[in-house]
């Protein structure tokens, strides 16, 4: 089943076709999303993806930070059934008042998210977990970034969720495309880490583990 899912990645890069005839890949990002494929690909490493089958539900008293750095690790174990293989998780929730802005699934569930974000400062969770299946050394790494949304309006946020469906993005806001508009200000440590993928940190965890990038 493992292998019917995996999907190939391989940036223009010297070696990277000899790379990938290799039975097992060492690198493995465990997701689906295109956002992801795309941060890592700036690293121009060869890499396999495989969607994690992993439970997102919070667990009682758990807080957001913790919720991130629990499915990330989560989803790269689920993935890594090939025992050379580095495996990348990495997972985001949101946070306003202590309170969990999870994927909200549906419209009336966006909409309410976004009324109560307009106007407030927003921290996003963004865990990254490098898992290797050989060794079974864990790395993880939380990085938050603070995000001001605008006081939009209503039909501001109608209009928005009617042209992106954010149903599947922490707190429905789809910055890497048109949700940058709802932003006001950004403060952060490392800009890849709001569209889902810490890259600063997980190029530290690739040198723990002799990948070098450059």
Same mark, same amino acid.
């Given at each position: 089943?493992?292998?019917?899912?995996?999907?190939?990645?391989?940036?223009?890069?010297?070696?990277?076709?000899?790379?990938?005839?290799?039975?097992?890949?060492?690198?493995?990002?465990?997701?689906?999303?295109?956002?992801?494929?795309?941060?890592?690909?700036?690293?121009?490493?060869?890499?396999?993806?495989?969607?994690?089958?992993?439970?997102?539900?919070?667990?009682?008293?758990?807080?957001?930070?913790?919720? &991130?750095?629990?499915?990330?690790?989560? @989803?790269?174990?689920? *993935?890594?059934?090939?025992?050379?293989?580095?495996?990348?998780? !990495?997972?985001?929730? &949101?946070?306003?008042?202590?309170?969990?802005?999870? @994927?909200?699934?549906?419209?009336?569930?966006?909409?309410?998210?976004?009324?109560?974000?307009?106007?407030?400062?927003?921290?996003?969770?963004?865990?990254?977990?490098?898992? !290797?299946?050989? !060794?079974? @050394?864990?790395?993880? #790494?939380? *990085?938050?970034?603070?995000? @001001?949304?605008?006081?939009?309006?209503?039909?501001?946020?109608?209009?928005?969720?009617?042209?992106?469906?954010?149903?599947?993005?922490?707190?429905?806001?789809?910055?890497?495309?048109?949700?940058?508009?709802?932003?006001?200000?950004?403060?952060?440590?490392?800009?890849?880490?709001?569209?889902?993928?810490?890259?600063? #940190?997980? *190029?530290?965890?690739?040198?723990?583990?002799?990948?070098?990038?450059?």
């Amino acid at each position: 089943m493992f292998r019917q899912g995996l999907r190939r990645h391989c940036p223009a890069r010297a070696g990277c076709h000899a790379a990938l005839k290799l039975p097992t890949p060492n690198l493995i990002l465990a997701s689906a999303s295109s956002y992801r494929r795309a941060l890592l690909e700036r690293l121009g490493l060869p890499f396999a993806m495989v969607a994690p089958q992993v439970d997102e539900t919070g667990l009682p008293g758990e807080t957001a930070a913790r919720a &991130a750095l629990r499915l990330a690790e989560a @989803k790269a174990r689920a *993935v890594a059934v090939w025992p050379p293989a580095l495996v990348i998780g !990495s997972d985001q929730v &949101a946070e306003l008042d202590g309170v969990h802005l999870g @994927k909200p699934g549906d419209h009336r569930t966006a909409v309410r998210q976004l009324r109560a974000m307009r106007g407030r400062e927003v921290i996003f969770h963004t865990a990254v977990c490098l898992y !290797s299946a050989g !060794s079974g @050394k864990v790395q993880t #790494a939380n *990085v938050p970034t603070m995000v @001001k949304f605008r006081s939009v309006s209503d039909a501001q946020i109608e209009r928005y969720l009617e042209l992106e469906q954010p149903y599947d993005c922490a707190g429905s806001a789809r910055v890497e495309m048109l949700g940058i508009a709802l932003v006001e200000r950004i403060v952060a440590d490392d800009p890849t880490a709001l569209i889902g993928l810490p890259l600063i #940190a997980l *190029v530290s965890m690739l040198q723990a583990e002799g990948v070098a990038v450059i």
